[in-house]
């Protein structure tokens, strides 16, 4: 029988089913199992808390680490309501231009990779907002929920990348 690694409680339950086993102590809550998957069951509790999606969420915490922005609000999409995912950032530094610059940088890099066209919209709401979501190029009554899904599986490549190209050289000479 599995035994908590923390507390030594064998009152474990399987958190989530899949590949790989995830287990959760019932009494101190500590997950045990392959680090990937627990890894991941910890990035979903801690989407869930800050209430992203959880999918969005790999590329809202990398945004958040940009200099000068802070993501204010984001949505994961919804095919069957034909509403893209959007991330939305505010400004919060003057540091904030040059993470624009080379966030635009990165999605014009790596546009023949994405299965959508991505943009950084700005816009004054209450304050200065910078929006990024898929362009479709056609209005909101003719988008698809086969393209809505096709935007948020390109979510995935367009985090990948950015994470890519904040390691290189040039992203801090912007």
Known sequence: MA??????SAHLSELEPGPALVLECELCGALTGNDLAVGRALLRREAVERG??????????????????????????????????????????????????????????????????????????????LTLKPRFHRGTAEITAAQVSQAQRDLQRVQQNLERDTGLSWWGRA
Request: aromatic residues 4%; charged residues 25%.
């Open 52 to 129: 992203v999606d959880p999918d969005l969420y790999p590329l809202v915490r990398l945004l958040d680490t940009l200099p000068g922005l802070r993501v204010v609000t984001s949505h994961g999409g919804d095919p069957q309501a034909r509403v893209w995912p959007m991330v939305q950032l505010a400004p919060t530094t003057p540091d904030a231009w040059r993470s624009i610059e080379n966030l635009v940088k990165s999605l014009t890099l790596s546009a023949a990779r994405h299965d959508v066209h991505w943009v950084v919209e700005v816009e004054v709401q209450t304050r200065l907002v």
């Open 3 to 8: 035994k908590c690694e923390e507390c030594g």
